[in-house]
């Protein structure tokens, strides 16, 4: 159970869920329109943009030791990690506005910054699961994506609130979260981005 729940983490870190929202959406919208060379150049970026330059960054802090783990089990710790990856997803707000990606795929990444923001604040008083955070996230992400391309990818939303169901299992069963931390995570995730989301089709379309 205890490899089990490592896998998990691993496979479904926050780090990794921005790149799995856009091969989604390069796969399940009309975006899979585009040819294969430029939704690949679209994943490659933001995959190192948002997982690997922060990932490499986090690594560099606990080999200096500004943190203790990779996990980054002391909240106090969080603050810079925080604000590297919130520095990411801007960069990459950035990049889709250059690639004049659709604005309610910037929707998703300005609510990942909401929620990491309300995040980084909470990490001072009280911990709070960062990946439970990127689930509900994502699972944010693709209920309003699918509201705005009018679609419903019901097994989709199955497959997301299951594995956001792992994942919180997860880090409960490695004692890394209580059970209020990890419910915590999903629904800041969740509401953010499925609120932000739900603001822009209001501004856009109304």
């Not at 001072?124 to 990127?134: C, N, V, Y």
């Not at 679609?151 to 299951?162: A, T």
Request: charged share 10%; proline share 3%.
């Amino acid at each position: 159970m205890k490899v089990f729940s490592q896998i998990i983490s691993a496979v479904f870190h926050p780090l990794l869920m921005i790149t799995y929202g856009i091969l989604l959406a390069l796969t399940y919208t009309w975006l899979a329109v585009y040819p294969f060379a430029v939704k690949a150049l679209i994943a490659g970026i933001t995959f190192t943009i948002t997982a690997v330059i922060p990932g490499l960054l986090i690594l560099l802090m606990v080999r200096s030791g500004a943190a203790s783990d990779t996990e980054l089990s002391d909240r106090r710790e969080r603050a810079v990690p925080y604000l590297i990856f919130i520095t990411s997803l801007l960069v990459c707000l950035f990049y889709f506005h250059k690639m004049r990606l659709p604005f309610w795929l910037s929707a998703v990444i300005i609510g990942c910054c909401v929620a990491l923001v309300t995040a980084l604040f909470i990490n001072f008083a009280w911990k709070i699961s960062s990946h439970t955070l990127g689930t509900g996230g994502f699972l944010g992400g693709v209920m309003g994506g699918a509201d705005m391309q009018m679609i419903n990818p019901f097994w989709c939303f199955i497959l997301v609130i299951i594995i956001g169901g792992l994942v919180a299992m997860s880090r409960i069963y490695l004692k890394r979260h209580t059970p209020m931390q990890a419910y915590a995570g999903f629904a800041l995730g969740f509401l953010s981005v499925f609120g932000v989301l739900s603001m822009s089709y209001t501004y856009l379309f109304n």
